[in-house]
């Protein structure tokens, strides 16, 4: 994906937002809080995820600035969101705006956090990475391990109870949807989880 193409969905996104605000404006802090007031996607990302995982114990500050840095030492992570974006808008029938992901699909949010939780766990900031799993699981619904290596375009519909093992690999543009388990084989070590490919 360009950034022409990246800027393009954040486009998308910002005027259906505007919109909405406009529509009912009960819900126009909400819409500026959380779409209106960044300027892009990787900023409105990083604020939807750390208040949707801070904890008594790991606050909101604290969650996004991990996001963050993870974004700022891998920006292909926001492109690989944008282009999960498009993929939920294209192939789900129910979802007909650009922001719904962003805003209300718990699938989306988890995939975006697990992204950060591989970056960390590649970083060898494992605690850290684990702890995010943790949160995304208990949050979510969804257990992915950080390991696990997952492309873009990835539609994760409705979520509640997907399991991605440490050895799975989920290929570009792939849809998953609830209930799937990518476990493992019972070995002990090595390759062990299953292979999703492309399309």
Known sequence: ???????????????????????EPMLASFFHATLLKHENLGSALSFMLANKLATPTMPAISVREVVEEAYHNDPQMIKSAAMDIKAVRLRDPAVDKYSTPLLYLKGFH????YRIANWLWNQNRRALATYLQNQVSVTFGVDIHPAAKIGHG??????T?????????VENDVSILQ???????????????????EG
């Open 154 to 159: 990835i539609m994760f519909d409705h979520a």
């Open 1 to 23: 994906m360009s950034y022409e193409e990246l800027e393009e969905v954040w486009s998308y996104i910002k005027q259906e937002a505007r919109d909405f605000a406009d529509c």
């Open 161 to 169: 109870g997907i399991v991605i093992g440490e050895t799975a690999v």
């Open 179 to 197: 209930s799937v388990t990518l476990g493992g084989t019972g070995k002990t070590g090595g390759d062990r989880h299953p292979k999703v490919r």
């Open 110 to 113: 988890a995939l975006q956090a």
